[in-house]
C-alpha cells in the first residue's frame, strides 16, 4: 500500500471554527489533491497539488485553501466551517499525473455542527 | 465539459452470476477512463485503467472493462460474483492529453452481492 496518512481521521466542530486537515505522503509523489465524497455524487475534486508551493483549484474549492510547503504534506483549510462541509475528505497522490494511478488516503470523516 | 454517469446507484446480483456496472462518459477529447473500488470504511483502489491502448481492459480481482468509442461508453464487467466483490464502484475520466491527472468521477454504483 501507497503511504499516505490522514490527520485527524475524525472530527467534530462547530459551525464558523477553522479546521485543517493534513495529507502526509512518504511516496514522493509529485501529484497530490484532495475530494470530498458525498452520497449521490461521488468524488469531487477540491483542489490539487503539482509540486511545492504549486496549487490549483479544482471543481469545488470554494471556501477551501490549501497549502503544500514540503512534498510530503498537503494541507487542507476550512476558514470557517459550515454544515455544508460535512463530508468525507479523502487525499490522493500520484507521481506524475497525467494517466498514472492515484493511491486514495484512508479519509477523514468531518462533521460540522 | 466532462462528465461521468453511472447508470443505476445500486446493483443486485446473485453469487456467481455476471457482474455488469455501466458508465457512459462525456468528453470533447480523447478520454482517459478508470474503474475504482471502494470498501467499506476504506479509501478507494484502482481496479483497472484505459489510456488509448487496448480497448479491452482486464484488471485485478477478475474484472475487465471495454472501451467503446461510439457508445461513450467503458462499462464494467466481471463473469463471475464472488461475495468479496461488495463494494462501491465508481467510474472516472480524466482529459487528455491533460498531465494534471484531475479525475471527473461518477456517482457511484454500489455492488450487493447475494449467496
Known amino acids: 500500500d501507497a503511504g499516505i496518512t490522514q490527520s485527524p481521521r475524525h472530527k467534530v466542530t462547530e459551525t464558523g471554527t477553522p479546521v485543517t486537515l493534513r495529507c502526509h505522503q512518504t511516496e514522493n509523489h509529485r501529484y497530490m489533491y484532495w475530494y470530498r465524497q458525498d452520497p449521490g455524487h461521488g468524488l469531487r475534486l477540491i483542489h490539487y497539488s503539482y509540486g511545492v508551493k504549486d496549487t490549483d483549484k479544482g471543481e469545488v474549492s470554494d471556501g477551501y485553501s490549501v497549502s503544500r510547503s514540503k512534498t510530503e504534506d498537503f494541507l487542507l483549510t476550512l476558514e470557517s466551517a459550515t454544515s455544508s462541509q460535512t463530508s468525507v475528505y479523502f487525499c490522493?497522490?500520484?507521481?506524475?499525473?497525467?494517466?498514472?494511478?492515484?493511491?486514495f488516503g484512508p479519509g477523514t470523516r468531518l462533521t460540522v455542527l | 465539459a466532462q462528465s461521468v454517469t453511472q447508470l443505476g446507484s445500486h446493483v443486485s446480483v446473485s453469487e456467481g452470476a455476471l457482474v455488469l456496472l455501466r458508465c457512459n462518459y462525456s468528453?470533447?477529447?480523447?478520454?482517459?477512463l478508470f474503474w475504482y473500488v471502494q470498501y467499506p470504511n476504506q479509501g478507494l483502489q484502482l481496479l483497472l485503467k484505459?489510456?488509448?491502448?487496448?480497448?479491452l481492459v482486464k484488471g485485478i480481482n477478475g474484472f475487465e472493462a471495454e472501451f467503446k468509442k461510439s457508445e461513450t461508453s467503458f462499462h464494467l464487467t466481471k463473469p463471475s460474483a464472488h461475495m468479496s466483490d461488495a463494494a462501491e464502484y465508481f467510474c472516472a475520466v480524466s482529459e487528455a492529453p491533460s498531465n494534471t491527472g484531475k479525475l471527473i468521477f461518477g456517482q457511484g454504483t454500489t455492488l450487493q452481492v447475494k449467496p
Open positions: 468528453s470533447s477529447v480523447p478520454p482517459y
Open positions: 484505459y489510456t488509448s491502448a487496448a480497448t
Open positions: 490522493a497522490i500520484s507521481q506524475s499525473g497525467s494517466t498514472d494511478t492515484q493511491y
